[in-house]
């Protein structure tokens, strides 16, 4: 079976950095693009940012350009997710999402991704 496991969620002070983790197994990982997503309640889930396989190619949303940065280590079968500077608005559940694509670029819609973690909850205080 495909599981992605995220850790790393916590409260947090605005202006405070957080690391998300997001681990792997039952496939190639390196075979993946992978991707970071958030939900607030009553909000849909929106792209965070997305990296191809060698993580070489990395996108990010407006909102945390600059901010967050998106890494993996393929010998770990691990995804992580920088983010600094965090803002209130950043408050959500976070969630890592796999696709296998042999290609040299991600998606930042999650309708192209087949699997996803079971998230994990940020909240930034003002």
């Known amino acids: 079976d495909v599981r992605l496991v995220e850790s790393g969620g916590d409260l947090a002070q605005a202006g405070g950095s957080l690391r998300l983790s997001c681990t792997g197994s039952?496939?190639?990982?390196?075979?993946?693009?992978m991707g970071w997503f958030r939900q607030s309640p009553g909000k849909e889930r929106e792209v965070v940012s997305c990296t191809s396989r060698s993580g070489q190619n990395s996108r990010y949303a407006e909102s945390v350009t600059g901010r967050f940065t998106i890494s993996r280590d393929n010998d770990k079968n691990t995804l992580y997710l920088q983010m600094d500077s965090l803002k209130p608005e950043d408050t959500a559940m976070y969630y890592c999402?796999?696709?296998?694509?042999?290609?040299?670029?991600?998606?930042?819609?999650?309708?192209?991704?087949?699997?996803w973690g079971q998230g994990t909850q940020v909240t930034v205080s003002p």
């Open positions: 999402a796999a696709v296998k694509n042999l290609g040299p670029w991600c998606y930042d819609s999650q309708y192209e991704y087949d699997y």
């Open positions: 039952g496939l190639k990982f390196d075979d993946l693009t």
